[in-house]
């Protein structure tokens, strides 16, 4: 089992560049979240999917932040004209089932830097 | 609307002591989860040890245990028998029932000493 697998580990871009997160869950799991880390904020919420359908989507900027997810073994965070204020860490989480009591397994995170 | 909060910005301990974290939150539901997670130096997140709102027994994982108390909505992290290794950064969480968001306090940074 390879856990959570988001790529790349590392991007840099230029602001009003274009950012695309990718994340593959955990074979099996049918939840998958994302957040977001900043030393100011801590773990931010962003959205979530439940057997790949949008479910909670509460924590999305409104504006450039887009998530999908086409299929059950991957998921992308979508960042249109990126600012300075999106450099964070982005997470991506997986977890068997869509429940509460449910356990959530992480990914090592994609570090953004917007220059 | 929900809320995590610790307190502790950092707490330093000399190994093979006890440490205790704490964390209060809000919610409205009466059914609802908690959580602790690590973070580790590296960036990994990882799961520790639940509690749920309608157990009155406080749950026990290895060297982890928690302190509910339920009408104080709070819930502390314990720690016995520390190592150098468990020098992390601890974040409390919680879920309300039937919610899928789970929701992070700021963390604590835990440093244990030799």
């Known amino acids: 089992n390879a856990g959570v697998i988001q790529t790349p580990r590392h991007k840099v871009t230029g602001k009003g560049q274009e950012a695309t997160l990718w994340c593959e869950p955990i074979s099996g799991h049918s939840a998958v979240f994302w957040y977001r880390q900043t030393i100011v904020q801590g773990l931010e919420f962003l959205t979530y999917?439940?057997?790949?359908?949008?479910?909670?989507d509460s924590g999305m900027p409104k504006e450039r932040f887009s998530a999908q997810m086409p299929n059950q073994s991957h998921s992308t965070l979508k960042i249109q004209s990126t600012q300075p204020q999106d450099s964070a860490v982005y997470l991506c989480?997986?977890?068997?089932?869509?429940?509460?009591?449910?356990?959530?397994?992480f990914g090592s995170g994609t570090r953004l830097t917007v220059l | 609307a929900q809320k995590v909060t610790q307190t502790q910005t950092s707490i330093s301990v000399v190994e093979k002591t006890t440490v205790t974290m704490d964390c209060v939150y809000e919610t409205r539901d009466s059914s609802y989860f908690l959580f602790w997670y690590k973070q580790t130096a590296s960036g990994e997140i990882v799961f520790l040890i639940r509690?749920?709102?309608?157990?009155?027994e406080n749950a026990t994982v290895g060297h982890y245990s928690l302190n509910f108390q339920k009408p104080k909505s709070s819930i502390g992290l314990i720690i016995t028998a520390t190592q150098i290794e468990d020098s992390a950064v601890y974040f409390c969480?919680?879920?309300?029932?039937?919610?899928?968001?789970?929701?992070f306090g700021q963390g604590t940074k835990l440093s244990i000493k030799p």
């Open positions: 999917f439940r057997n790949q359908a949008p479910i909670d």
């Open positions: 989480a997986s977890s068997l089932v869509d429940s509460s009591a449910e356990t959530l397994y």
């Open positions: 509690q749920d709102s309608y157990k009155k």
């Open positions: 969480a919680m879920r309300d029932y039937n919610q899928g968001k789970l929701i």
